[in-house]
């Protein structure tokens, strides 16, 4: 009987899983696509998790503790340590998951700040040409080094028109190298090493 | 060494050092006499106004006094049989000229009917629309505005 | 045991479904500044005394609609008359972003000048491209237009609209002061009369090949359609009908007007053909239709009309009669006209009881207002898309304003002329031979 609920619950958990990754239920995606907001400072999401995270904690440790004492009371004694043991490693394993959880949250406000940040400098040295056509759009997939310095720049879709590719050329070539791009290593290979810019001009 | 020889060592001597990049030789042609025609022909439009109709924006409904106005003219016109009438449709500046054309035409056309009405032969009456062309106020006031919202209707 | 390995799990899934896209940031909107361009002083190898006087020539064009920004010859750091002697640090700044280095020498013939001219990306440190222009010495104006043209080109990858020509209505200030139908330059200059009356003149149209003018004259009484060869003068009136016959436009072939009659009781689009010296009716309406445009591929007319109570904007396929409306905002829309790509038109569009010059994109229907002047009309559209110049009353007087399309620069015309009203612009004209060497 244990087997088989043990089967299950796992099958039912992986499949639960996907869908919901699926739904976007974690909504890891949305979260990509940078709007010019203010990003929240980091610390205040922090704190407000550790919150929820401490609640969490006590109520499925209760649940958990409980099952494990009712069939053997005897055992307790015993194995008190051992069900101390369970808990600590539960706790650990909720930790984490809340914490890589977390982590996703903050990685996506990172991500935005650098990204305003590239954004602006970019904005500030593009001259496009007056065109009364407004559909053009080019993508240029820009490498940098951790000092922000641009080390290569390819034009990885252009927008039939020479002189705007020519324009968002000129644009990358006068920022040289990004200010303020300080992140954390692991940030920055993810995610800013090789990044695609895309200039197309409002309507 | 002439001046077209010299021309093209300059050509060869930018190729040579600055790497043979498309060169663009325009020859920039001198306008053409473009003659002016002065042909200023007049048309006389005799004939006095005797009398004008006035119309609200962006109408060409006739109020009850002004069909009773044309009616009297009509009345004018009957013992002048030998005349003819010429009837010219106005609109004030604003909106766009061509639509103020096409405008001033049904006021002068709304005037004409009345005539007819009123028993003057249609093949004694021409219609013209001016659009806003011949204002006889100028100035952007209700007033001016007011004043060139008119058809005139002419005996010839 | 089991929790572990299902706790496990559920973290895995978290990350596998956490796909890290590759990371895509949208630039939309640049540099509010306009592009810095500097044009050097041309060397001059002539004896002519006009020596420096291409470099204001171009830069004053470059100016005109707020696209650059151009340095006068005291700002620059050095003075470079070749490639060779560009010394980029210099350019670099003053925040320059492009550079015309050149020098003029004598053409084939004395009185010819031959410039050749380079345009240089600053900022990549790159020549982008290499051009000879020449032309007369006694027409130098001419031949700076050729060559901004040609740096305009070069630097935005549309054609440049130095060399293109206005054609206007003129009234004289005098209570019987007559109408005349003028030309002149874009840049204001060079500006004669084509042709005079007492009577009014209304509507010219610039035929597509820049060859021919059509317009509406009411020298015989009333309103007439006449057809008038720029380089000859000579003046054709089309056979005329009762009532209205007005609103020219040229095919972009050329080969027919459509215009406006109201022979049949109301006003009607028609089709003229120059040929066949006949008409055709297109609309049959008891309302009034007017003002047609040709759209640029010739298969669409643009016009007014008043048939559902005021006047909105309706486009009609020519080889079917298919009317659909295209205005829903706004109780007086009018005076449309195709912009160079067929894919917007701008017309007059009033709100708030002032007419304003609007523009709106066919396909989204979406309108954005131009203009805050008011008693707007008659826009018309440079050839390459980029200025629109109109009609407008400006403290009284009835004037020509332009503003660029993306409606940042505002400029006016000035004029000792009197009134002028109905511009129309010229299409790109066969102002320079060009030959591609190497």
Known sequence: MQNYYSGLTISLILHLGIVMSFANFFQIDLLYSVQKFDPMPVYLIYEKSEAVLREKKVNKIKKVVSKKIIPSPKVIQISSSKTELVNIEIEKTLLSKERSQLELINVVDEISLYSNRIKDQVMVNWKPPALSNFEFKSELIISLVPTGEIINVKISKGSGNKAFDRSALAAIEKVGRFDNLDMRRKLFDEHFRNFTLVFSPRD | ?156 | MNFRIIFFLFISIIFSAATFSHLKIEITEGSQNPIRIAIVPIGWNLDNPSRGYLHQMVSSDLESFGEFETLTPQDMLSLPRNEEEVFYRDWKLLDVDYLVVGTASQGEVPEEVSVSFSVIDVTREKTLRRSISSGSINYLNSLAHVMSDRIYEEINGIPGIYSTKIIYINKEGSSNGKYHLRLADIDGQNDLALFSSYEPLMSPDWSSDGKKLAYVSFEEGSSKIYIQELYTGNRKGLKSEGGINSSPNWSPDDRYLSAVLSKAGNPDIYIYDIKENSWKQLTDHFGIDTEPDWSPNGKKIIFTSNRSGSPQIYEMTVSNGKIRRKTFEGSYNARARYTPDGKSFVFVHRMDNLFHIAVQNLRTGKLRILTDTSLDESPTISPNGNVIIYATKNQGENILAGISYNGKTKFILPTDLGEVREPSWSPILKQSRSTRLF
């Open chain 2, 1 to 156: 060494m002439s001046a077209l020889e010299s021309l093209f060592v300059l050509i060869a001597a930018l190729c040579a050092v600055g790497g043979c990049a498309n060169v663009l030789y325009d020859e920039a042609v001198d306008v053409s006499a473009i003659s002016a025609t002065s042909e200023a022909k007049y048309f006389d439009s005799a004939g006095e106004v005797s009398g004008t109709i006035y119309f609200d924006y962006d109408k060409y409904d006739l109020i009850s006094s002004s069909i009773t106005q044309i009616r009297q003219l009509a009345n004018d016109f009957k013992t002048n049989s030998s005349m003819k009438i010429r009837v010219e449709g106005h609109c004030d500046e604003r909106g766009t000229r061509e639509y103020n054309l096409a405008l001033g035409e049904k006021r002068a056309k709304a005037v004409a009917e009345v005539l007819i009405l009123n028993g003057v032969p249609s093949n004694k009456i021409t219609t013209v629309s001016y659009g806003e062309e011949k204002p006889v106020a100028y100035g952007s006031t209700e007033a001016s505005w007011a004043k060139n919202r008119r058809a005139e209707l002419r005996l010839l």
